[in-house]
């Protein structure tokens, strides 16, 4: 059975930063992809990022590009999401998934190609 324990999340203050893991006991984890998501109160779960499975390839929102960096240590099983000048509107619960490929035919895999989830963790920015 796979599992993904996604964990690292927190309160911290605007300007600041947080890193989170996710950890996945799941049998040649380098052939699968990692993304984060995240879900904000009222809002629909969004993409934040993406790598490959060799990790030479990653993705990410508009809304995280230079502050966010996706990362993985497959000898590890264990995908990273480093979070840094964090903003209030970066509140939100944070999942990660794996996926055979990032990208399908028309652009970023949708969550719905996602395999397996974690079960979140929740990253609040706030003064």
């Known amino acids: 059975d796979v599992q993904l324990q996604a964990s690292g999340g927190g309160l911290v203050q605007p300007g600041g930063s947080l890193r989170l893991s996710c950890a996945a006991s799941?049998?040649?984890?380098?052939?699968?992809?990692v993304g984060w998501f995240r879900q904000a109160p009222g809002k629909e779960r969004e993409g934040v990022s993406c790598?490959?499975?060799?990790?030479?390839?990653?993705y990410y929102a508009d809304s995280v590009k230079g502050r966010f960096t996706i990362s993985r240590d497959n000898a590890k099983n264990t995908a990273y999401l480093q979070m840094n000048s964090l903003k209030p509107e970066d509140t939100a619960v944070y999942y990660c998934?794996?996926?055979?490929?990032?990208?399908?035919?028309?652009?970023?895999?949708?969550?719905?190609?996602?395999?397996?989830w974690g079960q979140g963790t929740l990253v609040t920015v706030s003064s």
């Open positions: 998934a794996t996926v055979l490929d990032c990208m399908d035919s028309k652009g970023l895999a949708r969550p719905n190609e996602y395999d397996y």
């Open positions: 790598i490959s499975g060799t990790g030479g390839s990653t």
């Open positions: 799941l049998f040649l984890f380098d052939d699968y992809a």
